[in-house]
T-cell receptor
Framework: KNEVEQSPQNLTAQEGEFITINCSYS?????LHWLQQHPGGGIVSLFM???GKKKHGRLIATINIQEKHSSLHITASHPRDSAVYIC???????????FGEGTQLTVNP | ETGVTQSPTHLIKTRGQQVTLRCSSQ?????VSWYQQALGQGPQFIFQ???????GRGNFPPRFSGLQFPNYSSELNVNALELDDSALYLC???????????????FGEGSRLTVL
């Protein structure tokens, strides 16, 4: 069974702080998605990673395939970054996506 | 905006009824996946359609069924609705170039179903 574990479950930060959210996954997962979900439900894809590192604006995602671990970093956090961040593992077949439980991030001004 | 639209956005049904949810995929995408997200929980994979065929299914009973049309839009049908089916139903479209090589996902805003 493919599993994805995410930490922390809740995270509160002050504006400007550097934030890290971690994700571990099991064998059988060939790619990792980082997603952002705002209240109301809409999900936005931030990154899809199968190796290395990706950067988009203040967001950086890394993945270590040997350790089966990925991290999402937010630099210079802002209150508008407040959302639920979810990592999801894509199985090798390309179909099933297994979701972590999500990290509720609150950035205070 | 992702270009993936879902309808209806909200609906209320009673136990035993049937519901059809619709999803139009982003232009150029050939794959649609459906997810169920109960309140306070992470999404759960229902099934995926690739080029009009089911390509993977999660742990959902047969009363959850789907279709993908030649234009790659998709429907999710749920029969004999139960109270526990109340959830946000999300679809995501993507381009699968080769079997097993699925690309970035683009999600719709979801259809919120309440079963009374």
């Amino acid at each position: 069974k493919n599993e994805v574990e995410q930490s922390p479950q809740n995270l509160t930060a002050q504006e400007g702080e550097f934030i890290t959210i971690n994700c571990s996954y099991s064998v059988g997962i060939s790619a990792l998605h980082w997603l952002q979900q705002h209240p109301g439900g809409g999900i936005v894809s931030l990154f899809m990673l199968s190796s290395g590192k990706k950067k988009h604006g203040r967001l950086i995602a890394t993945i270590n395939i040997q350790e089966k671990h990925s991290s999402l970093h937010i630099t210079a956090s802002h209150p508008r970054d407040s959302a639920v961040y979810i990592c999801a593992g894509q199985e090798t077949s390309g179909s099933r996506l297994t979701f972590g439980e999500g990290t509720q991030l609150t950035v205070n001004p | 905006e992702t270009g993936v639209t879902q309808s209806p956005t909200h609906l209320i049904k009673t136990r035993g009824q049937q519901v059809t949810l619709r999803c139009s995929s982003q232009s150029g995408h050939n794959t649609v996946s459906w997810y169920q997200q109960a309140l306070g929980q992470g999404p759960q994979f229902i099934f995926q359609y690739y080029r009009e065929e089911e390509n993977g299914r999660g742990n959902f009973p047969p009363r959850f069924s789907g279709l993908q049309f030649p234009n790659y839009s998709s429907e999710l049908n749920v029969n004999a609705l139960e109270l526990d089916d109340s959830a946000l139903y999300l679809c995501a479209s993507s381009l699968m170039v080769l079997a097993g090589e699925n690309g970035e996902l683009f999600f719709g805003e979801g259809s919120r179903l309440t079963v009374l």
